[in-house]
């Protein structure tokens, strides 16, 4: 059975770091990704990498915490991380992680995808 679950979220304070974690089961992926969805709003793509080749560590980044968050992988462990740094109020959101057995030019992950329950990320002011 395929399973996406996260972990690392918690609650901070303005300018600290939290290091997310996806643990991936059941499945070998070719797109892995971020997203969270805050209270009210829509579901926002954070972060994206590559997994399918063990060469291309290419990203994507939404512009609101590109130089904040690092995306990175660890096939051997099927683990995905998110390197949350510098948070922001504007950062606190479910934290989902998705992945796709498709190589998306977008790094998206798509709805129909594999999704992980989430892990929430509070960042007080």
């Known amino acids: 059975q395929v399973q996406l679950v996260e972990s690392g979220g918690g609650l901070v304070q303005a300018g600290d770091s939290l290091r997310l974690s996806c643990a991936v089961s059941g499945r070998t992926f070719s797109t892995m990704g971020w997203f969270r969805q805050a209270p009210g709003k829509v579901r926002e793509f954070v972060a994206g990498?590559?997994?399918?080749?063990?060469?291309?560590?290419?990203?994507y980044y939404t512009t609101s915490v590109k130089g904040r968050f690092t995306i990175s992988r660890d096939t051997a462990k099927n683990t995905l991380f998110l390197q949350m740094n510098t948070l922001k109020p504007d950062d606190t959101a479910v934290y989902y992680c998705?992945?796709?057995?498709?190589?998306?030019?977008?790094?998206?992950?798509?709805?129909?995808?594999?999704w992980g329950q989430g892990t929430q990320v509070t960042v007080s002011s």
């Open positions: 990498i590559r997994w399918a080749d063990l060469n291309d560590y290419s990203t």
């Open positions: 998705a992945a796709s057995q498709t190589y998306y030019s977008d790094y998206r992950p798509r709805p129909n995808d594999y």
